[in-house]
């Protein structure tokens, strides 16, 4: 058995903490916040296995541009001079390509069957194997 801590308390952290618990291990989660104000909260942390097309695809930047300066968008984004921001937009454009999105489709469809599968059991089981608790 080996003490873990996972941070972050999104669906990604809490469900690898339930199958690390599941193997015996002892688990911790931290997150800056209340588990329940993340976006895997919104959904149920539920991976949506027919969402299998990338984010990063043709037309996209032409989207992503309009919603980032409506604040009402799901892509509002604080108008704002961020180097790291200005790289990400350039990468995210860079991979906005037909080829790109066609090599990751298989692989996206294959996490997200998976991820079904994995969300069943453990919605299945009806055991969280311990208590929930917050600090």
């Known amino acids: 058995m080996k003490n873990i801590l996972i941070i972050g308390g999104g669906i ?5 903490a339930y199958f690390l618990q599941k193997e015996g291990h002892q688990v911790t ?3 800056k916040s209340d588990i329940t104000s993340g976006a895997s909260f919104v959904n149920a942390g539920y991976i949506t ?3 299998i097309v990338p984010m990063a695809s043709p037309g996209k930047m ?8 409506n604040s009402a968008s799901p892509f509002y984004v604080k108008p704002r001079l961020d ?7 350039w990468y995210f454009h860079k991979s906005s390509t037909t080829a790109k999105v066609e090599k990751a489709i298989p692989v996206i469809k294959d ?11 453990i919605k299945d089981s009806g055991d969280f194997g311990g208590p929930v608790t917050s600090i």
């Open 12 to 16: 990604v952290g809490l469900s690898s």
């Open 29 to 31: 989660v931290i997150d």
């Open 49 to 51: 296995p027919s969402h």
């Open 62 to 69: 032409a989207q992503g541009i309009k919603w980032m300066f």
């Open 83 to 89: 180097i790291d921001f200005l790289k990400w937009t």
């Open 111 to 121: 996490i997200n069957i998976m991820s079904r599968e994995l969300f069943k059991d």
